[in-house]
């Protein structure tokens, strides 16, 4: 009988904290109910069907494991140089490269010497901010530990995702392959160990819509790059600002003061702006949103992509936001992390 595991993980957004949680401050993170699927099933040399992207690979095992090893190197002399452009060049040059990078390294941590085919499918619009790349990164460990019984934690498997992660993105904060692992709303902050804490929020997280304001000309490792090339003395205190806007944030939540809530939205946002990662196109949304008594920020590394929008009205806020063009998502938040599907 042919065994074909099928693992899921959803999406995320950020309701804050985003780009400052690089540098060692909180973020509050929330999954949302878009999910990417893998499934997978032994074979005679490692397949890749991914879907969305409609492209295919095949490739052996020795393959992956030399790439991963070429990865690594790279990865380290970037880490040393302080410029992860190789690494970036390296994946956009190489066909699948991703995806082959997230099985290489998922191969190489549990130690994979077996063969097999991956059907990889998303709900989740890729390199938007919604954590496409993350939950994936938790969605092969989970699938491949299935398949192979290698039983990994959820804990081992977030462990797993956040070096795959780095492959990625160089020195991502591990915030999201967490709340893709996770699932629900967490309380991150990046430390040693990192600090990964469940938030209990009821959610009258009804008034909430998605936005998508257009596909990010940056990657998310290029624009913490930019961030990070910023004078310190003019980062800094603005980082610093956006870690008491979300200590400020965790408070309200607890209270349910959605008034606060949306001012420290805003607040955020315009301090994103300052880092330079907004957008003309967020900006606008963002005013708007807030002229009529809203919040509204973006959601992840920015450049685009999708924003997050608050109001009591949902009525009004969806038309405010179809008056400028564009599309309001209700999608569900806090919903579970990586899991098996059942077959
Ligand atoms: O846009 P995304 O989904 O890749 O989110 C990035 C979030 C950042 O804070 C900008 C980076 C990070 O590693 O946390």
Not at 69 to 97: A, I
Not at 301 to 327: F, N, P, R
């Amino acid at each position: 009988m042919i065994i074909v595991i099928t693992c899921s993980a959803p999406g995320k957004t950020h309701l804050i904290g985003e780009h400052s949680v690089v540098y060692g401050e909180p973020a509050i993170i929330i999954s949302v109910g878009k999910r990417a699927y893998i499934s997978a099933e032994k074979s005679e040399s490692v397949k890749i069907d991914a879907q969305d992207i409609s492209q295919k690979g095949e490739f052996s095992v020795l393959e992956l494991k030399e790439f991963e090893e070429k990865l690594q190197q790279v990865w380290d002399n970037c880490f040393e140089t302080k410029n992860f452009t190789p690494l970036y060049s390296l994946l956009k040059d190489e066909h699948l490269g991703h995806i082959k990078a997230m099985i290489a390294k998922t191969m190489a941590e549990l130690d994979i010497n077996t063969p097999f085919s991956l059907k990889i499918s998303s709900e989740i619009p890729i390199g938007s901010g919604l954590g496409s790349s993350a939950a994936l990164s938790v969605a092969v460990p989970k699938a491949l530990s299935e398949l192979f019984k290698n039983n990994l934690t959820l804990d081992e498997i977030n462990q797993v995702a956040y070096k795959i992660e780095s492959l990625a993105h160089g020195t991502p904060s591990g915030g999201d392959n967490s709340i893709c692992c996770y699932g629900g709303a967490l309380w991150f902050k990046k430390g040693t160990p990192n600090v990964i804490e469940p938030l209990h929020l009821d959610f009258k997280m009804k008034n909430f819509v998605l936005v998508f304001t257009g596909t990010p000309q940056l990657t998310t490792g290029e624009l913490v790059a930019n961030v990070r090339s910023l004078n310190p003395e003019y980062r800094t205190p603005r980082v610093e600002k956006l870690g008491i806007l979300t200590y400020e944030m965790r408070e309200c939540l607890s209270k349910q003061d959605f008034a606060r809530m949306k001012e420290l939205m805003n607040s955020a946002q315009e301090l994103l702006t300052e880092l330079g990662v907004s957008i003309d196109e967020i900006d606008r949304i963002h005013t708007a949103v807030k002229e009529i008594n809203g919040g509204a920020k973006l959601s992840g590394a920015g450049g685009g992509g999708y924003m997050i929008c608050y109001h009591e009205d949902l009525q009004l806020l969806t038309q405010i936001i179809k008056d400028l063009g564009y599309v309001p998502e209700k999608v569900e938040l806090g919903v579970e992390g990586v899991r098996t599907e059942r077959r």
